[in-house]
């Protein structure tokens, strides 16, 4: 078992960027690939970004690939999700998801933390 615990989201403008946080605890976090989905309002749950556990491999959705980075500190039992160039469109509850490999389907995910609201205005 592991916890997950987001942090770091809020409103931002158009354009602006925002860091997200994910604090892992309980198994040892360097086993796990590691993810962030998100979901907007009356959409289903969508891959955002993923990292494998050497953190050497990493994989984007293309609609956020070149302005989203996906990190993490096994010493630090924590995983990041710098955002830049914010849209609208970006809107949505921000989850961090651990699990045994990186998969875009969240149902392959089996932990997950409470999510994190991220509002970007225009």
């Known amino acids: 078992q592991v916890q997950l615990v987001e942090s770091g989201g809020g409103l931002v403008q158009a354009g602006g960027s925002l860091r997200l946080s994910c604090a892992a605890s309980g198994r040892t976090f360097s086993v796990f690939a590691m993810g962030w989905f998100r979901q907007a309002p009356g959409k289903e749950r969508e891959f955002v970004a993923g990292i494998r556990v050497s953190g050497g491999n990493t994989d984007y959705a293309d609609s956020v690939k070149g302005r989203f980075t996906i990190s993490r500190d096994n010493a630090k039992n924590t995983m990041a999700l710098q955002m830049n160039s914010l849209k609208p469109e970006d809107t949505a509850v921000y989850y961090c998801?651990?699990?045994?490999?990186?998969?875009?389907?969240?149902?392959?995910?089996?932990?997950w933390g409470q999510g994190t609201q991220v509002t970007v205005s225009s």
């Open positions: 998801a651990a699990g045994g490999r990186v998969s875009r389907s969240w149902s392959q995910w089996p932990y």
